[in-house]
């Protein structure tokens, strides 16, 4: 996050908690909205696509898990949110995991190493739609007024809890992601797909959840746990990433297989080898396991 954690309270009430945190999170988005919206087609696009996609996920975090912070966040806004974040994923699959699975089936000699993509001018067309839509834009609107309550006066969008209440809340929260993400990760490779790819979201719940904690309430968490904690997630983000990437990408292989017969190497290829990644990833998350949360 780019905004200084001295600008506001190192142990915030639940308002000013919400407030700074939201404020950030729409900043974010914001930023890298006007991106994708502005430049034309050409290098870099597809990471645009990627950062606005983590600026999009980290907001929803904020809305789901201190929603009991702020009864003004309304459920309905996820929809909009993830509808964009879903357009957007489609981009990004098509245009950058080329990049991470190409190396792989080059040596492995695959006879198709790429599936079509897009026009690159299709896919700025379609990215800029998808951040246009008059819901998305009415729901950040939404959002922002939230975080336009003033401070220091009892608002009906925000809860009033005192800093130590603030704090139990989100240690609760934390807690219940990370004891989510260890109790799976024990058998990660023995689950199905789609519940693999829900651990992978819980991860970075907690990841994005914690990042606001240690921002925006710095005095709640004393000591060098929380940058322990932080360092110690991203091996098993990695993990969990190139697993999710190759089983994306097998999936379009076996749909360019369709046209072109040679994608099916590739397919089954990267079909094999989701067994290898997924006891790497298991192996990353009993790595995690020992790493103590640095809110308890």
Known sequence: MTTPARQFPDRPDAAGFV????????????SHMDAVDAVDAGSGEAERIHQLRVALRRLRTLLRECAGLAPG???EWDAPLALAFARLGTLRDAGTLADVVRPLLQDADAPLCDWAVPDAGQADADAAAAVREPQFLQTLAEIHALTQAPAGKRQPGLVSLSAAGTRKYLARRLARLHRQVLRDGRHF??????QQHRVRKRLKRLRYLADFAREFAPG?????????F??????????????NDMAVAAALFRDEAGTDPRAWFA???????????ARSSRRALRALARVPGFWA
């Open 19 to 30: 407030r700074a945190a939201l404020a950030a999170a729409l900043a974010q988005v914001q």
């Open 73 to 75: 966040m309304r459920a």
């Open 189 to 194: 490779d023995r689950l199905p797909l789609a």
């Open 220 to 228: 709640m968490w004393p000591g060098k746990k929380g940058r322990r």
């Open 230 to 243: 932080a360092e110690a997630l991203v091996p098993a983000q990695d993990a969990l990433g190139l697993h």
């Open 267 to 277: 397919a089954g290829y990267l079909q094999a080898r989701l067994a290898t990644s």
